[in-house]
């Protein structure tokens, strides 16, 4: 058996062990002083065969709640006495894989070969931070380009996309609470008629964040309205948004806006 062969045998008896809640089988083949870089705490690492003995009670009794722990991707590179894999792993509930399907555990493991047997002396676990998805945050912004332009051009219709059936919207004005996608629109369709003249509406300072399927948006709005003899009224107000992914895009389903009250 080649030693690439060898070590992918026995990540997977690991996996395996990982699974099952076997601590033998997990602390197997690894070495007295491993560190491990784990999802959780320490930030400094866990050192030594006890320390990483102690942290795996604790993931078994959350995985006994019904989550999974296999190999989807793994891959081997292995010298004479030194060898590395890289792996990614489905870790989770079925609640974590319906919000996030793709955010695979990402694991890197070291091996040195002592006594012409492979032990593991480093392992490193992680998960990617949702919050940075360059992709998500994209599109939220191009959402609100999308509004801004529909507002200049009056189309309601365009307006109304990636509101959500159930939005809820707490508007400058009464009644306390326009509930419902209907609801909005008549309010939206109301700001558009209230003048004659060009319309418009944006938001300089906008701020998003997201967490898995939610995010959310804030920053001041700037509006500005044609009256009948031609000058511009302008107006600015807070404004909150938060947003839900399903169906493989976003929603608005809250928004806040308010003017500050002296």
């Not at 045998?9 to 699974?19: C, D």
């Not at 296999?70 to 081997?76: D, G, H, N, S």
């Not at 870790?91 to 319906?98: I, N, R």
Request: glycine letters at 8%; aromatic letters at 8%.
């Amino acid at each position: 058996m080649s030693d690439e062969a060898e070590i992918r045998q026995l990540i997977e008896r690991w996996a395996g062990a990982v699974h099952a809640g076997d601590l033998d089988g997990v602390l197997a083949d690894h070495a007295p002083g491993i560190v491990m870089f784990d999802v959780p705490p320490p930030s400094d690492g866990v050192r030594g065969l006890d320390a990483y003995r102690d942290v795996w009670p604790g993931f078994f009794a959350w995985q006994a709640s019904g989550a999974v722990f296999e190999i989807v991707e793994l891959a081997v590179t292995a010298g004479s006495d030194v060898a590395f894999a890289h792996a990614l792993l489905r870790c989770g509930t079925k609640d974590d894989f319906d919000r996030a399907p793709d955010n695979h555990l990402r694991l890197t493991i070291g091996l040195e070969k002592r006594q012409d047997r492979w032990q593991v002396t480093h392992e490193h676990h992680s998960f990617a931070d949702p919050s940075n998805d360059p992709e998500a945050e994209r599109e939220i912004r191009r959402i609100h380009e999308t509004w801004f332009a529909m507002t200049r051009a009056k189309n309601l219709d365009g307006i109304m996309a990636h509101i959500a059936d159930d939005v809820v919207s707490y508007e400058h004005g009464a009644p306390l609470a326009y509930v419902g996608v209907d609801a909005v629109r008549e309010v939206c369709g109301q700001g558009l008629a209230s003048s004659p003249g060009l319309v418009t509406w944006d938001v300089p300072d906008l701020r998003i964040v997201v967490r898995d399927t939610l995010a959310v948006a804030w920053g001041l709005n700037r509006m500005t309205a044609e009256r009948p003899d031609g000058t511009v009224a302008e107006s600015w107000s807070r404004g909150t948004r938060v947003f839900r992914k399903q169906h493989g895009g976003w929603s608005m389903i809250h928004q806040h806006v308010s003017f500050p009250q002296d």
